[in-house]
């Protein structure tokens, strides 16, 4: 189930999405449930894969901050994210050897813990996100050599 905090018109709404088949979304706004129709099939994303995180992090925190969008493309693998979040921790640093699965970034969303994990083997060529910072689906987190 996911949950939105809406302000329309200066009015606060709790939305519930509870279940997503096809064109048709049931919901709970504030309490009352309703069941909306869309004008196209809702294509679901990918839930990601949680798994148990450390207790600790070997690696130091970055400074809190925005994310540096760059203009020029990234060469090698690039780990993105599947919703929009903050980052909650960066597990690796640029020159990093890392394994295929192994999480490279800590991702809160819609107030769970996410593990992003590397999807090869291979170096950080480039971290693209610092803890604190704030992303959007589909944004390079880090890319990979």
């Known amino acids: 189930m996911k949950n939105y905090k809406l302000k329309i018109n200066g009015n606060d709404y709790n939305v519930d999405i509870n279940e997503v088949e096809g064109q048709e979304i049931k919901l709970d706004v504030n309490g009352t449930s309703y069941v909306v129709t869309v004008d196209q099939e809702i294509k679901q994303q990918p839930k990601p ?3 148990p995180v450390a ?3 070997q690696v130091a925190p970055a400074a809190s901050g925005t994310v540096q969008k760059s203009n020029a493309p990234a060469a090698g693998n690039k780990v993105t994210t599947p919703l929009p979040g903050t980052i909650l921790d960066v597990f690796v ?3 990093d050897s890392v394994k295929s ?4 970034v800590l991702l809160e969303a819609m107030k769970m813990e996410n593990n992003i994990e590397a999807d090869c083997d291979g170096t950080v060529k ?15 987190l880090v890319v990979i050599g």
């Open 49 to 51: 894969v949680a798994r």
């Open 55 to 57: 207790a600790t992090s």
């Open 93 to 95: 640093n640029v020159g």
């Open 101 to 104: 699965g192994q999480t490279v």
């Open 126 to 140: 480039e971290v693209k996100v610092r803890k604190g910072d704030s992303v959007l689906e589909g944004d390079v």
